[in-house]
């Protein structure tokens, strides 16, 4: 949505729009001034300066998004090995506190630019543009942001990056997606990650927890990875090469992408091929 | 709580209208927020007063318009209700289907008043209208 063609304008608040033009006087005489601006217009002004940051070095930004302990610095590391030598990487990491994560980066020669946020529950686009300041963009192919774990707040950020990703660890619970129907919306791909721990977990059905994403509408794939025994990792990869490959195509066409939220249904896949595991 | 950084930006942009319009103070600011925004409403109106302190906006009232949720189906082409889980068609029961409202996350309407205002209130000068030209 943007703040000037009235596309902001739906269903659900056009009868706030009165008749009587953008100004008219209210029973008490006050001015009245229609406005249909989101609340965090400012926020996603400086998003999308990131995404053309990005876009102008050429750089795939992906932003990774799960509860706190559901693996995401480990996917990273086990991302970072597995593709060294064919995409040149740097992290973006968020957290209350600490440089424990960006130093985990690091040890595998990735650049990691650390974001303590003190007491914010999430990234916002401000945050992220200090830090890809300290980034040499030009020397590298894919940028992941890695977010505040926290399953709520960060859905409602956008940062600039291309693509959302969402992790689901299986000791969470299956029904993860209908209590935080946000945030699993909100992503691109979706990952079940440590599934190497399904067959000592009983609350845990991939299928159910297949259903609750279909619930949401979205057409967001989903995968089940474990970095300790590697299973899954090579579509995780694939996708990740997909997306890159696709990513390149776009600068070249001067063209970009935002993680899709049902963009007026210009990004719903035909049947269910794109749902599948 | 990600509900005071949306009312600290509620309260830059209030400000920032409040000076173009040349407003004495904010009487009323409404918002629009769906369920899907990721944004509780209860919890920005508590925050609201911790974010609208000591700036023109501290005396108005927040009025928050929660939105439905109704999505369109893009195989049967129904428009229908739907849950915050449970985006799926009404009518065919279809995952294919693009949300109409729900997720809206705006600012919709503010009220103010003119220094002139005030004062014809308590008798001064009238003040005419002005129509257009505003975002």
Redesign the interface.
């Known amino acids: 949505m943007c703040?000037?063609c009235g596309c902001?304008i739906?269903?659900?608040?056009r009868h706030?729009?009165r008749p009587g033009?953008?100004?008219?006087?209210?029973a008490?005489?006050?001015?009245?001034?229609?406005?249909?601006?989101?609340?965090?217009?400012?926020?996603d002004h400086q998003a999308a300066h990131n995404r053309e940051h990005f876009d102008g070095h050429g750089v795939l930004a992906v932003n990774l998004m799960s509860s706190p302990g559901a693996g995401k610095t480990a996917l990273l590391e086990a991302t970072i090995v597995a593709l060294a030598g064919e995409f040149r990487i740097g992290v973006i990491e968020g957290d209350l506190e600490t440089e424990n994560d960006a130093e985990r980066i690091r040890r595998h020669g990735v650049p990691a630019i650390q974001i303590a946020t003190g007491t914010?529950?999430?990234l916002?686009a401000h945050m992220v543009h200090e830090a890809v300041h300290g980034l040499a963009l030009d020397d590298l192919d894919i940028v992941f942001i890695e977010n505040v774990g926290n399953l709520?707040?960060p859905?409602?950020?956008d940062l600039g990056q291309h693509r959302n990703v969402t992790l689901l660890s299986v000791p969470e619970g299956d029904d993860k997606?209908?209590?935080y129907?946000?945030?699993f919306?909100a992503a691109d791909h979706i990952l079940f990650t440590k599934c190497d721990l399904l067959p000592v977990l009983d609350d845990f059905d991939p299928e159910r927890a297949r259903r609750?994403i279909?619930?949401?509408?979205?057409?967001a794939r989903v995968q089940a990875v474990s970095v300790k025994s590697e299973e899954g990792l090579d579509a995780w990869l694939d996708w990740l090469r997909t997306e890159h490959a696709a990513q390149a195509g776009r600068v070249a066409r001067g063209e970009s992408a935002r993680p899709a939220?049902?963009p007026?249904?210009a990004h719903?896949h035909a049947g269910d091929d794109a749902?599948g595991g | 709580m990600h509900e005071l950084s949306v009312c600290q930006a509620l309260v830059g942009q209030v400000e920032a209208i409040a000076r173009r319009e040349s407003a004495a103070r904010v009487t009323t600011i409404r918002l629009a927020i769906g369920p899907l925004s990721g944004v509780e409403a209860e919890l920005l109106r508590r925050a609201w007063p911790l974010a609208a302190g000591a700036t023109i906006a501290e005396d108005a009232e927040l009025i928050i318009e929660e939105a439905d949720i109704r999505v369109a189906c893009s195989v049967c082409g129904a428009e229908s209700d739907a849950k915050a889980n449970r985006l799926l068609c009404g009518e065919c029961g279809d995952w294919r289907t693009r949300l109409v409202s729900g997720d809206e996350m705006l600012l919709t309407r503010l009220e103010l008043e003119r220094a002139t205002d005030v004062e014809r209130r308590e008798g001064g000068a009238t003040t005419t209208m002005e129509d257009g030209g505003h975002v």
């Open positions: 703040d000037t902001n739906t269903a659900g608040n706030l729009i033009g953008k100004l008219e006087r209210t008490s005489g006050a001015e009245s001034v229609t406005v249909l601006r989101s609340l965090l217009s400012e926020n914010a529950c999430h916002d709520v707040c859905a409602s950020f997606p209908a209590k129907p946000v945030m919306r609750c279909r619930d949401l509408a979205t057409p939220v049902q007026e249904g719903l749902r």
